[in-house]
C-alpha cells in the first residue's frame, strides 16, 4: 500500500479529458469533496476509498461520461445479493428473513449486464454471504470488465485460493464484517461463535494474497455512538493494516429495529462525520462513513435512483436496508422495474430509512420483503426532503 502521488492523482483525472465538459460548479464540488481524502495506489488502483470506482478505471470514466455529464442517466450503484445462506445470523440482518427462490448464475449474469447498459459503474456483492456461492469468480469476472466489483463479507469460507480467483477475475476492493474490537461482544451480535477470529483470518487472507483494497464493513450500534466508542474502535482497527473502514450505524431494516430509539439522530450523524473528516486528514486510514457520503452536505440519499438493489431472489429494491420491493427480475425486467421506482424516489438529503421506519411498521404485513402492493401505499405516505447540495447543482 502506498500513497498516490499528487503527479499520479492529476495524470488518472486528466485521462478523462471528458471531464473538462462537466460545468465548473460541478467539478468544483467534486474537488473540495477528493480533498477530504487521501488517494491510494493500491496494485496500480488509485483508490480515493471503495464507494467509487478507482480514478484511473474505465468505471471511472463511465462515472464521468453516462453520469456528469448526462442529467437523465440511470443507476450508479447496485448491490446484488448472491445468496440467502449464511452461517451467520447477525441481529440486525437486513437479509436474513427473506424467502425464496435463488436466482441461478445466468439470471445474475444477465441481470448485471443489463444494469451496466443502463449505468451502472459500480457492483456491490452481498448476501447472506455471498462467498457461498460456488460460481462468485465467474460472476466477478463478467461484472469487473467495465465495473468496479466490491465484496462484502464475514470471511466465512474464504481460502486462499479463492481469494486469489477473486483478485484474477477483476475484484477490486473487500470489506470484511467487523463490529467491535472484543471478540466476545462481536461473537454475541453476530451470533456465531468463532465470527470474530473469522474476520480477522479473512483480513489475513486477502493482505497475502495483495493488490486488493482491503476495508472492513462496521456497523456502530446506537449504543456505542452516544459512548462515543468510535475513537476506540478505530484504533483497534488501524492496528490491522487495512485500507479501509466502511461504517455505517445499525439501521432501523427488521421489525425489532423500528422504534424510534434505534435511529441515530442527526446530531450524531454529524459528530462522526467530523470524526471522518479528522482521522482522514491524518491519513493514517481511511474513514468512508456511510452518513459522510449521503449526508445533505455531499450526495445524499440516492435510494431507488442512483441506488438499486437486488436480493438473491431477484426482487428490486431502492436500497439493501429497505425490506420494500418494486417487482422481480424473474417476472420483468430490471429496465422497467427502476423505472417505475425512480419516479417515485427523487435524491433527497437525508436518509430514507432512518426518516421513514415509522411508515414501514404501518405497512408491513409479516413478509420480507413486503409486496409491491404494501410498497406503494407506504410509498404514497412519504414526503421527501429536499436534494443534497450534489444533485442541486447537477440537476439545476
Keep these: 500500500m502506498k500513497r498516490a502521488s499528487t503527479f499520479d492523482v492529476a ?66 450503484h447496485v448491490q446484488i445479493g448472491l445468496t440467502n445462506a449464511c452461517p451467520q445470523n447477525c441481529e440486525y440482518c437486513y437479509s436474513k428473513d427473506k424467502k425464496g427462490k435463488v436466482m441461478d448464475t445466468g439470471r445474475i449474469i444477465d441481470l448485471m449486464r443489463n444494469l451496466k447498459q443502463m449505468g451502472v459503474f459500480w457492483i456491490g456483492f452481498t448476501g447472506g454471504e455471498p462467498l457461498l456461492n460456488k460460481d462468485i469468480a465467474r460472476i466477478t469476472e463478467e461484472a469487473s470488465t467495465d465495473c468496479a466489483v466490491k465484496l462484502f463479507t464475514t470471511g466465512c469460507t ?75 474502535y478505530l484504533g483497534f482497527l488501524m492496528t490491522l493494516g487495512i485500507h479501509e473502514v466502511w461504517l455505517s450505524e445499525a439501521k432501523p431494516s427488521i421489525p425489532d429495529m423500528w422504534q424510534h430509539a434505534s435511529v441515530i439522530s442527526e446530531e450524531e450523524r454529524t459528530e462522526l462525520c467530523t470524526l471522518q473528516d479528522r482521522y482522514n486528514k ?44 418494486f417487482g422481480n427480475v424473474n417476472e420483468r425486467s430490471i429496465r422497467e422495474i427502476y423505472t417505475a421506482m425512480k419516479k417515485r424516489f427523487p435524491t433527497e438529503s437525508r436518509c430514507f430509512i432512518n426518516e421513514n421506519s415509522p411508515l414501514l411498521h404501518k405497512h408491513y404485513h409479516g413478509q420480507s420483503p413486503m409486496s409491491e402492493q404494501d410498497t406503494v401505499a407506504l410509498m404514497e405516505e412519504v414526503r421527501f426532503a429536499p436534494m443534497a447540495r450534489f444533485f442541486k447543482l447537477h440537476y439545476s
Design 11 to 76: 495524470w488518472a483525472l486528466l485521462a478523462v479529458p471528458q471531464s473538462l465538459l462537466v460545468r465548473p460548479s460541478t467539478n468544483w464540488f467534486l474537488t473540495q469533496y477528493i480533498r477530504k481524502f487521501r488517494v491510494m495506489d493500491v496494485g496500480g488502483n488509485l483508490i480515493l476509498h471503495s464507494h467509487l470506482p478507482p480514478l484511473n478505471s474505465k468505471a471511472y470514466k463511465r462515472f464521468v461520461t453516462e453520469h456528469l455529464l448526462s442529467k437523465d442517466a440511470g443507476p450508479s
Design 158 to 232: 474464504l481460502t486462499p485460493q479463492l481469494a486469489r480467483d477473486l483478485k484474477n477475475a477483476g475484484l477490486y476492493s473487500v470489506s470484511v464484517s467487523l463490529d467491535h474490537w472484543n471478540e466476545t461482544e462481536h461473537d454475541a451480535v453476530r451470533r456465531y461463535p468463532g465470527a470474530f477470529k473469522t474476520a480477522l483470518r479473512a483480513l489475513e487472507i486477502f493482505k497475502e494474497v495483495g493488490g486488493i483494497h482491503i476495508g472492513v464493513s462496521a456497523v456502530l450500534s446506537r449504543h456505542m455512538i452516544q459512548r462515543h466508542q468510535a475513537d476506540e
Design 282 to 325: 491524518e491519513g493514517r486510514i481511511t474513514v468512508n462513513y456511510l452518513g459522510h457520503f449521503e449526508g445533505k452536505e455531499h450526495f445524499g440519499c440516492a435510494a431507488g435512483h442512483k441506488m438499486v438493489y437486488v436480493d438473491a431472489c431477484g426482487n428490486v429494491s431502492p436500497c439493501v436496508f429497505l425490506p420494500m420491493s
